[in-house]
């Protein structure tokens, strides 16, 4: 660490660029992107930003290195624990000491922590918003000095600022309680919807720089699967995709139910779940695990979307529509930090069309319906479509379905499906159906001619509880249906949505 100091000290008596010399020495990197060192020499200039940079573009050290040139503590305030603890462990690989303010302290600790900060053994403070709250806290960190107020996944001042998490949106009246000389708001998403939230309750009435790049990750190959049965797709999708491998999910219980599924299916014991409701140290055990993989597989809800920084990640798969463009774009941007070809896969089935009822606020409700409007539909080049929303433009497409010509219209098993009902309407129950597409050979099956018809075993290869899944969706939203009483009782035929398809 003294090799660490006497880097910094150097450049005060040297005439070199004391942001190189820190680059190079301390951080370990050759030099900065040009919108890096824009960043940085605003926060020197003790400007107000708010910065937008793709998912992996390195957003990090815009804030951790002029904090070691700062004369005060620049304060981090972060979303997740997680998040944090990543942050330091690179921070602490370099050599570069870092603090943490969260709950659960004991005050010996945090009498600890101040001591650092006011001593400027620790230059950088982590805290989470809700601990910001904290009068005694904040006059703790007045009497430090605060020279910079970061705050990181800004977006999430709009998507968690709430009911959720209403800490996130005093930020900038904390912010303004502290003293700090200067603001910055980073994140990877933000369409212009998102950035006047953050205006409003972050930066308030003062004024900002807005440092924007494209958000588009050149790497990533974006593609979108349309769904009847997700449990079939998602076991064939993973089984043939790029590892390490991360699946998102809405709800926690859709996270522990794709592991599980997955587990059985694939006979991998290896294929864990991670969200918000583990306990701290099996969330860790997780998160080293999936860190340190080559060929891991990982389900979580968004919680591993502003987690652990892992670079190698080949394949994101999200198993239903997230909730906004931001979230999608913030999650897919996981794949591919290491600037290497990834993919991101997004799953879209009936259920996502009619979510929209099940959101209690109209700023969601809106936020979603933009995202599903983008991705069901008329297809149009996905990163195009993406960069729109944002607010933003892509010159070119390096890569999606649509521009490849390779965007799938029809759901694995409807065409099959369609076509036997379709042929043979008010004659086979839901079992009856299974066993047929299934190929299973029965008396019954070959009595009836059944085993000689191009669609008997037209889905061999599916389980058999795949294919009931996917006749219940289609009933579910009436492209089937089964009367429950009467001489065609649970017998199926086409229904009022797709009764055009009955001569297919």
Not at 68 to 83: E, I, N, Q, Y
Not at 155 to 179: C, K, M, Y
Not at 342 to 363: M, N, Q, S, V, Y
Request: proline share 4%; net charge neutral; charged share 25%.
């Amino acid at each position: 660490m003294n090799s660490k100091k006497q880097a910094i000290e150097k450049q005060k008596t040297h005439f070199i660029d004391p942001v190189d010399e820190i680059t190079n020495s301390i951080f370990g990197i050759q030099a900065l992107f040009p919108f890096q060192r824009h960043v940085i020499s605003n926060t020197l200039e003790q400007q107000n930003q708010l910065v937008l940079f793709p998912t992996g573009a390195g957003k990090s050290i815009c804030f951790q290195l002029p904090a070691l040139l700062l004369p005060g503590l620049t304060v981090v305030a972060s979303p997740l624990l997680a998040l944090m603890a990543d942050q330091i462990r690179s921070l602490e690989e370099t050599g570069v000491p870092a603090l943490v303010l969260k709950g659960g302290q004991t005050d010996s600790l945090r009498d600890e922590i101040f001591a650092s900060a006011a001593e400027k053994k620790a230059k950088i403070l982590y805290a989470t918003p809700e601990i910001l709250e904290n009068e005694k806290l904040r006059e703790c960190l007045k009497e430090i000095g605060i020279s910079h107020f970061v705050l990181d996944e800004a977006h999430l001042v709009s998507e968690w600022g709430g009911d959720f998490r209403p800490a996130f949106r005093r930020l900038g009246e904390i912010a303004q309680d502290l003293g700090a000389a200067s603001l910055s708001a980073f994140t990877a998403t933000a369409s212009e919807e998102i950035t006047a939230v953050i205006s409003e309750y972050f930066f308030r009435d003062n004024l900002f720089l807005t440092v924007r790049d494209i958000p588009d990750r050149p790497n990533i190959f974006y593609s979108v699967i349309p769904v009847l049965s997700r449990k079939h797709n998602l076991v064939e999708t993973v089984k043939n995709a790029e590892k390490p491998l991360v699946v998102f999910t809405r709800s926690r219980k859709s996270a522990e139910h794709a592991a599980r599924l997955l587990r059985t299916r694939l006979a991998d014991d290896r294929i864990f779940f991670y969200h918000a409701g583990l306990d701290k140290q099996e969330r860790k055990k997780i998160e080293n695990w999936f860190f340190n993989s080559n060929d891991g597989i990982l389900t979580s809800t968004c919680a591993y979307g502003m987690g652990v920084d892992k670079k190698d990640i080949r394949t994101i798969i999200h198993y239903d529509v997230p909730l906004s463009v931001e979230a999608y774009l913030q999650e897919s941007g996981r794949a591919g930090r290491d600037g290497k070809e990834a993919r991101a896969i997004l799953f879209i089935g009936h259920e996502d069309l009619h979510f929209t009822k099940k959101l209690a606020d109209d700023t969601g409700k809106r936020r979603f319906q933009k995202l599903m409007d983008a991705v069901h539909g008329t297809p149009a080049c996905r990163r195009k479509t993406f960069a729109s929303l944002m607010g933003q433009q892509v010159p070119f497409c390096s890569g999606c379905d649509v521009c490849m010509g390779a965007n799938i219209l029809l759901r694995a098993g409807e065409k099959e499906i369609m076509h036997l009902i379709g042929r043979n309407p008010r004659r086979f129950t839901n079992n009856e159906i299974v066993d047929i597409m299934a190929g299973k050979k029965s008396y019954k099956n070959r009595d009836s001619n059944l085993e000689s018809r191009p669609f008997f075993g037209s889905l061999a290869g599916w389980e058999k509880d795949d294919i009931r899944e996917a006749i219940e969706i289609l009933e579910t939203y009436s492209f089937l249906e089964a009367p429950s009483k009467g001489l065609f009782k649970y017998r199926y035929r086409m229904g009022n949505a797709d009764a055009e398809n009955a001569s297919r």
